[in-house]
Every structure is written in C-alpha cells, then in structure tokens.
C-alpha cells in the first residue's frame, strides 16, 4: 500500500488527481442541484433547518470543493515530486479532504436512511404547518412554497449518486496522503525510500552540480 514507484507513481498520481477533479465537479454541481431545486425551500417560511438540509448542502458542496483543490494539488505535485512545500500540501490537503469525504459520506447515509425511515417527513417542515400532510409520499396537498409532488424521489435520486462520488473521494484522497507520507518517508510509509531515492535525484540534476561548482569556485 506504501509502495511508490518513481517512474509509474507520478501519472498514477495525476490520474488519481484528474478523477479527484472530475469526481469533485461533479459531487459539487449535485449538491447546488439539490440544493436550488428541493432544500433551499425548506427552511421557509418557518425557518426550520432539517439534518438532511445540513448534510447534503454544506457538507457535501464543501467536500466537492475540497476535493477539487485535492486534485489539483497531486496534478502539480506529481510533476514535482522532489518539492517539500508541494509534498506537505498534498499531505495536508489529502488528510483533510479524506475526513470531509467521509463525514459526507455518513452524513448523507444518515440523511437517506432518516427520511426513509420517515417517509420524507423531515422534507415538508417548510410548509404550511396547519395543513401539511404526514409524510411526503401523501396524496394529501399542502400549501408549500414548493412542489410535493416529486420531492422525496428527487432528493434521494441526488443523494445516492453524491454518497457515492463522496466514498470515492474519500478513497482517493487517502491514497493521495499515503503517496505524500511515502515522499515525506514518514510512518507508516517511511520504508518505500522514495524520498532517497528523490534526494539523491535532486542532487544529481544539473541545476545542482551547478550550484555546488559555484560554491567550489567561491571557495577557491
């Protein structure tokens, strides 16, 4: 799992990078779909926030966001493999995203099995109080600023395809911070000796021999 090869690892990383990218739009654009077509109407008129509305609106946008961010940082570093400052945002950026993913996650399996188990309940908080039906699925109508009609099919339609695109990110963004902790040569990936390997690289290239004739030549 801590293996990284220096001649196959860099475009393993930049395919990694551009599904994180590509994974990210998609989780993102999702998440503002359900967000501008079903949930922005249900905290109103009552002002009433519902934990499907915190899950799959802020959580799951934010890690799209995160994980965009994620994959660019492995693109550039995996064309720049030997610089520091690259290798810890990777770390960084990689941890973070892969904790965000996976609350995503488990927020939106929270989100789907409450209003299952609720028959979408949870989604008509929005409306009239006086008249609203028990669940969501009721043929009974409502004064909604919304329509009932397809709500629960919509949302869940969205929500399925974002827990999955946030598990993949998860996924991916752990591989990333296991490929940046084998470049750093920290645990429990500090036995790959990539990060020699790349050292010795580094000082082998001609921009470093430069450097070291010219503090020879100082020194003379």
């Known amino acids: 799992m801590c293996m990284f090869d220096k001649d196959k690892g860099p475009r393993r990383l930049m395919q990694k990078g551009l599904i994180l990218i590509l994974v990210g739009h998609i ?34 946008v934010t890690s799209g966001l995160l994980s965009i961010s994620t994959g660019i940082i492995a693109i550039v570093v995996s064309r720049n493999l030997h610089v520091l400052k690259l290798q810890i945002g990777l770390l960084i950026a990689s941890f973070l995203n892969t904790l965000l993913s996976a609350s995503c996650c488990a927020g939106l399996l929270l989100a789907i099995s409450i209003t299952v188990a609720n028959d979408g309940q949870g989604l008509m ?25 397809r709500i629960y099919d919509t949302t869940l339609a969205l929500w399925f395809p974002c827990t999955v695109f946030a598990a993949v990110e998860a996924g991916l963004s752990l591989w990333c911070f296991i490929v940046g902790l084998a470049l750093r040569g920290l645990a429990p990936c500090g036995n790959s000796y990539i990060k020699e390997q790349l050292q010795g690289e580094a000082e082998c290239s001609p921009h470093s021999r430069r450097l070291i004739g010219q503090r020879f030549n100082l020194d003379a």
């Open 125 to 149: 908080l929005g409306c009239n109080d006086t008249q609203v039906p028990i669940n969501a699925r009721s043929p009974i109508s409502a004064q909604c600023p919304f329509d009932t009609t």
């Open 27 to 60: 989780n993102f654009i999702l998440g503002a779909i359900v967000h501008g077509s079903v949930l922005r109407h249900i905290s109103k008129p009552s002002q009433h926030i519902t934990t499907e509305y915190t899950a799959a609106n802020i959580i799951s």
